[in-house]
């Protein structure tokens, strides 16, 4: 927990991506990396329990987490919405298999975008997910993070479902463009 | 220009798959995936019948959770080509338990027989060479078959052999098509239940 400008407690929902996730018993995180997925990027690289992935490209971590789920163990996607995109065929393998697949996604071109390139994908992202039968949440506030990622996580895990969140931009903050 | 070899990929997999053993086997989509179907059904068989480039990325996600067990991926030139990237990552990894096999006829096989990159120039095992994959075979004569396949049961490190096959299509042998299917008979044979 951080003190937010009123002394109130806000939670740290950097580090609550990462402990939900090890609470969970994911053995695997695969990602592309986003600067909002450093912290759980970095404590995921740290723990000697979790093999830590780098791709490089989304999808690679579909095919990687229905693997480990062959051999019986859990894993989590991280990326940015752009690699959404890059994940709909791909997709494919989760619908007709059924495995588990937990994604956990930074919204781009949702909120407050400074380039507009990331717009055309950041605002098709939870229509894309949809479309391709995947669960979706979003948080846009500190506090739902960790509430909303654990109950993908469970939807995920004991159901066989493809279940993502989403962290908008405006829980991320905006993006500092100066030079 | 349209590489590929001689070599007869029916035969190949059936030798590959010898004496089997604990050895777990993905297949990428198409011909592959058939070939090893001619060879035998097997509950430790998991055939790709999509997510085109992802077979070695499916191998490499087994080969980490199940570091006991030998993994063998089967694909195609083209399967793998889309999943270049996937090369990288694998290297990167080094699990000693996985090999990646490539039957490589220079082909688009299933569509009708396009030149693919590797029919055109696109030497995959020295792009396997040169994004670090320690050990890398190009296999052309049958003779190189018997080797590789002691390399797969091994377990002693991470390999890449791009096998030189024919262009041709024998008849299909179909896998099943139901992925839960396959899914959840897989995991029964490693002591998972379904959900």
Redesign the interface.
């Known amino acids: 927990m951080a003190a937010d400008g009123m002394g109130t407690a806000v939670p740290d929902w950097r580090r609550d991506v990462f402990d939900v996730l090890k609470a969970a018993r994911v053995?695997?995180v695969v990602y592309v990396p986003d600067a909002g997925h450093a912290t759980a990027i970095r404590l995921a690289e740290a723990d000697e329990e979790i093999?830590a992935?780098?791709?490089?490209?989304e999808?690679?971590?579909?095919?990687?987490?229905?693997?480990?789920?062959?051999?019986?163990?859990r894993?989590a996607l991280l990326m940015q919405s752009s690699g959404v995109g890059n994940c709909i065929?791909?997709l494919?393998?989760q619908a007709?298999?059924?495995?588990p697949l937990l994604m956990v996604v930074t919204m781009r071109g949702d909120w407050a975008e400074f380039n507009q390139w990331q717009n055309p994908m950041g605002q098709a992202t939870e229509a894309a997910l949809r479309l391709m039968g995947v669960r979706t949440w979003r948080a846009d506030e500190p506090k739902d993070v960790a509430p909303l990622l654990r109950g993908a996580a469970t939807m995920a895990f004991?159901?066989?479902e493809a279940c993502a969140v989403l962290l908008g931009q405006r829980l991320i903050g905006e993006k500092e463009w100066s030079k | 220009m349209s590489r590929g070899g001689d070599l007869d990929r029916r035969a190949v997999v059936a030798e590959l798959l010898r004496e089997r053993g604990d050895l777990l086997v993905v297949t990428g989509l198409g011909s592959p995936s058939y070939d090893v179907m001619a060879a035998g059904d097997h509950d430790g068989n998991y055939y790709l019948w999509a997510a085109m480039g992802s077979a070695a990325m499916v191998g490499l996600g087994l080969a980490k959770a199940r570091p006991e067990r030998p993994v063998m991926v089967v694909t195609g030139d083209g399967e793998q080509l889309m999943g270049l990237g996937a090369l990288a990552t694998i290297a990167l990894r080094r699990p000693p338990n996985l090999s990646i096999v490539i039957l490589d006829n220079g082909h688009f096989g299933e569509t009708g027989m396009q030149p693919s990159h590797a029919g055109q120039g696109v030497e995959l095992h020295r792009v396997a060479e040169a994004i670090g994959f320690p050990a890398v075979d190009l296999v052309t004569e049958r003779q190189g078959v018997e080797p590789l396949r002691r390399r797969v049961h091994a377990r002693a490190g991470l390999n890449l052999a791009v096998v030189k096959i024919r262009p041709e299509n024998p008849p299909r042998v179909l896998p099943p098509r139901d992925g839960v299917h396959v899914k959840n008979r897989f995991r029964l044979a490693l002591g998972h239940r379904p959900a």
């Open positions: 053995r695997h093999e992935v780098v791709l490089t490209t999808e690679e971590g579909i095919g990687y987490l229905a693997g480990a789920w062959l051999g019986g163990e894993g065929n791909t494919a393998l007709c298999t059924r495995f004991e159901g066989d």
